[in-house]
């Protein structure tokens, strides 16, 4: 046994945590699960714990674009679909403006609903699909 004071022990845990201190925050990864594997294998865990952050901010992201469109469907009677493509773009939006994707879509979708009314009256269409060539 080593005689390590609370100084050296800070050490070390900052050492070993360095990398995920770093890394982790901005993402939407909530728990970290600190093992003999995780310090043995660290820029492994690392790799993991970067993907899984994406992945849970991609299903975040889906989240709140379908509470948007639910919103917008009931505030204004019609129907969007987004496409994977201009979820990306409001994901991005989100990030450059440190706001949720919800607040970046409510924000940018603001009037939209003008326009979109009139387009079930002109041509009868019933889904309107922004972002995407020829709609739906």
């Known amino acids: 046994m080593k005689k390590t004071g609370a100084r050296g022990l800070m050490t070390v845990g900052e ?6 201190k770093y890394e982790l925050p901005g993402t939407s990864v909530t728990e970290l699960v600190l093992d003999e594997d995780l310090i043995e294998n660290r820029e ?3 790799g993991d714990y970067r993907e899984l952050g994406q992945e849970l901010v991609v299903e975040k992201a889906r989240q709140e674009v379908g509470a948007f469109i639910r919103e917008f469907k009931v505030k204004h009677g019609v129907v969007i679909k ?3 493509e201009a979820v990306a773009k409001l994901v991005k939006m989100a990030g450059e403006q440190a706001r949720s994707v919800f607040q970046v879509a409510r924000q940018h979708f603001k009037d939209y609903q003008f326009g979109l ?3 079930p009256k002109k041509y009868g269409a019933s ?4 972002y995407r ?3 739906e």
């Open 44 to 46: 492994k865990h690392l």
């Open 133 to 135: 060539d020829g709609g």
């Open 82 to 84: 987004l496409t994977d």
């Open 127 to 130: 889904r309107i699909c922004p």
């Open 117 to 119: 009314k009139l387009i």
């Open 15 to 20: 050492r070993i945590l360095r990398d995920f």
